[in-house]
Every structure is written in structure tokens, then in C-alpha cells.
């Protein structure tokens, strides 16, 4: 099993990112050969202020540090410091169809309206993703739900590129979506799921957000007036109630129905509190780590550049099966 997955390094963790995603990534450590990687090149997708680029990089990386990725364990660096990314994206834009990527919700979600005036970029933003995993011939991929389109759509391009030049280099990568959290939502919008770019902080908790800061949004947090029932599936249709029980058990690793039948009959006045308390035992910790980490920027460079070494001996070998497959001169 090899495990690969990355993130964009803008804006803060959330908790959407570390439920749906970081949380597995740590776990997933102990059991498999891990890469993890921070998507600066996907950032450049969208509008960038460079100096922050570079400086949220060196956070973010700090933040997945603090969360628990084991850099001795774990190989953890940023995308741009191993080119074959970029030239394994190349390659696979010739496999890859317009027709494809025209169907990636992401790209209809993100260029709206304005796709004349969307970025190139962000437009073959997935065929980069599917090269960030068939590089290293990935076998689990662990993702929130929203990314699992864009990996399916990397099986597509494997399959097409193992079949149109007849050989057996990409293994489909198996996208690894959370049970308990695949898809955390807005605090504010039940409908909306929990992001770094929604312009209200109230809709999300960052990990960076101190004690009462956690308790305030999940005060202010949208709900319904109706008790809490004794079964989730009860649930259904109280989309902003679904999610407040949701991430109660993906935080406490507990099923949500024994969620619902400790709180059956209870108003959220009761469930919001303890909700708070559960957040801030797992999360402040991490935050008091990273805050730790703020004067060990030189650590967390090193880590970047040691992984981004050991990414390149392991990408070397399947860059160059894919370009004498497709006959480049090399
Ligand atoms: P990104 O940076 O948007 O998010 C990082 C990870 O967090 C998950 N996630 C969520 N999970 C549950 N609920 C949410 N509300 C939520 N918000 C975010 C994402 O699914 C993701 O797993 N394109 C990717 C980065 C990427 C990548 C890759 C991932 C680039 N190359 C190769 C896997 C493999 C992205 O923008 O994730």
C-alpha cells in the first residue's frame, strides 16, 4: 500500500480539512508508506500574493506537523520542489479529454460564470492532481467526498494512457473517503460545506481558533428549535443539525446513532456545549503545538527539503517509464 495525498496550502487548516482528511493521513502513518504533500502549484490556479504563497506553505506545513504527520515516518514536502509533477501533468494532458474535465464540478463551481476570463490552469487543474498520484503509483488516496471526482478522474486517465500506448505503468488509485466525515458543513449554511474560501469565519472553525473562539461559532452555529431525536436517520431534512451530530462523532470516534441516543430529547442548548468542549480537547493542542513551532521555521524548511529528496528518488523511475512510453527521448 502507498498512500499520497496533498493540500492547498491557502488560508488555515479547518475543520472540515483535518476531519475529512488530516485526521486519516495520521492514522494512516502507522499501517503504510505515506506521502504528503502541500499544492502550491495547484494554488497558482487562482490569484496568488507571492510572499503569502510562500510564507502559508511553511505554515501549513507547520500546522500538518503539529496535527501529527511524523516527518521521519511520512514523506512531507511542497509540490513545486519536484518538477516530475509538473512534467508527468504534461504528459498526461495529452491523455486527459476536454470532454473530462468540462464535467469536473470544482471547474464549473469555481469559474462560474467567467470561464472565459478562469485561469488555464484551473481548468486542468485535475489532470495535475492525477499526476500528483500516478507518480508514485499510489494505491490509496485519502480524501474528503469533494476531491473524489477529481480521482476518479485520474483512474480515467490512467486507464487511458496504460491502454492507448499498451502498457501497465499507473495502478488505479483507490480514493480513501472518510466514513465518519466525509463531508463537513458550514456552520452557518447546512447546504454549503465547511471551506477556507467562504468569506464568513463564523462558517467555519480553524484550527488556529483559540477556546472561545470555538465555543462562540459553535454557539452562534445555525440549528433548528426541534429536540435532538433518538436515531440520526431521524435526522434527515435537518441538514445543519445532521452535520452539528456528525462532527460530534467523527471528533469523538463514536457512531453518530450512539451520538443521537446520549442527547435524545435534548435541545441544542445542552448539545452545543459539550460539542464546544469535545472540539477544544482535540484541537487546541494542535494549536498549541503549532504555536510552538513559530520560532522553528528552519525545522519545518528542512522537513520540506529532506521530503522533497526522498519524493524525487521515488518519482525518478515512473517519470521515465511514462516518457519512454509515449517516446520522448531521454
Ligand atoms: P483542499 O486543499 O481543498 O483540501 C484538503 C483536504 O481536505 C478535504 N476537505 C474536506 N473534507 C471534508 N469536509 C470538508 N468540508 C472539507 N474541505 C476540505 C479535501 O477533500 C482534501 O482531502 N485538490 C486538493 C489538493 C490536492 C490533492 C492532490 C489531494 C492536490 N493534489 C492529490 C489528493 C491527491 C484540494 O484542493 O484539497
Known amino acids: 500500500m502507498r ?46 500574493v507571492p510572499a503569502e504563497l510562500a510564507a ?27 518538477p516530475a509533477h509538473s512534467e508527468l501533468a504534461w504528459i498526461l494532458g495529452g491523455t486527459a479529454r476536454m470532454g473530462w474535465l468540462n464535467r469536473m464540478t470544482q471547474w464549473k463551481d469555481k469559474a462560474g460564470k467567467n470561464r472565459e476570463g478562469a485561469s488555464v490552469g484551473l481548468f486542468t ?7 500528483d498520484v500516478l507518480l508514485y503509483k499510489a494505491s490509496h488516496v485519502p480524501v474528503g467526498e469533494d476531491q473524489k471526482q477529481h480521482l476518479e478522474l485520474a483512474r480515467d486517465i490512467a486507464t487511458k ?11 488505479l488509485p483507490e480514493p480513501f473517503v472518510s466514513k465518519s466525515a466525509p463531508r463537513i458543513m458550514s ?7 465547511m471551506s477556507k474560501s467562504d468569506p464568513s469565519d463564523m462558517s467555519r472553525i ?66 452545543k ?23 522553528e521555521r528552519a525545522y519545518v524548511a528542512q522537513a520540506l527539503a529532506d521530503g522533497a529528496e526522498r519524493a524525487r528518488i521515488l518519482a525518478a523511475p515512473t517519470l521515465l517509464a511514462a516518457k519512454q512510453a509515449v517516446g520522448l527521448q531521454v
Not at 496533498?6 to 499501517?31: E, R, S
Open 56 to 82: 502559508s506553505t511553511i505554515e501549513m506545513a507547520a500546522a500538518l506537523l503539529a496535527a501529527g504527520i511524523d516527518p521521519k515516518r511520512s514523506i512531507l514536502f511542497n509540490q513545486a520542489r519536484v
Open 273 to 295: 456545549p459539550a460539542l464546544a468542549d469535545l472540539a477544544v480537547a482535540t484541537l487546541a493542542p494542535i494549536r498549541d503545538q503549532l504555536a510552538r513551532m513559530h520560532n
Open 3 to 48: 498512500v499520497v495525498s496533498g493540500i492547498q496550502p491557502t488560508g488555515n487548516l479547518h475543520l472540515g480539512n483535518y476531519l475529512g482528511a488530516i485526521k486519516q493521513w495520521v492514522a494512516m502513518q502507522d499501517q503504510c508508506e505515506c506521502l504528503f504533500f502541500l499544492a502550491d502549484l495547484h494554488a497558482l490556479t487562482q490569484p496568488v
Open 125 to 131: 487543474y485535475p489532470v495535475l492532481q492525477a499526476a
Open 161 to 171: 494512457f496504460n491502454t492507448d500506448y499498451g502498457v501497465e505503468l499507473f495502478p
Open 206 to 271: 480553524n484550527l488556529i481558533d483559540s477556546d472561545e473562539l470555538i465555543a462562540q461559532k459553535f454557539r452562534k452555529a445555525k440549528t433548528d428549535a426541534e429536540p435532538l431525536p433518538d436515531s440520526f436517520d431521524a435526522l434527515e431534512g435537518r441538514a445543519e443539525a445532521r452535520n452539528l451530530v456528525t462532527i460530534f462523532s467523527a471528533l469523538a470516534d463514536r457512531t453518530p446513532q450512539s451520538v443521537v441516543e446520549e442527547f435524545a430529547g435534548k435541545g441544542f442548548g445542552a448539545f
Open 187 to 193: 456552520l452557518r449554511d447546512g447546504g454549503a460545506k
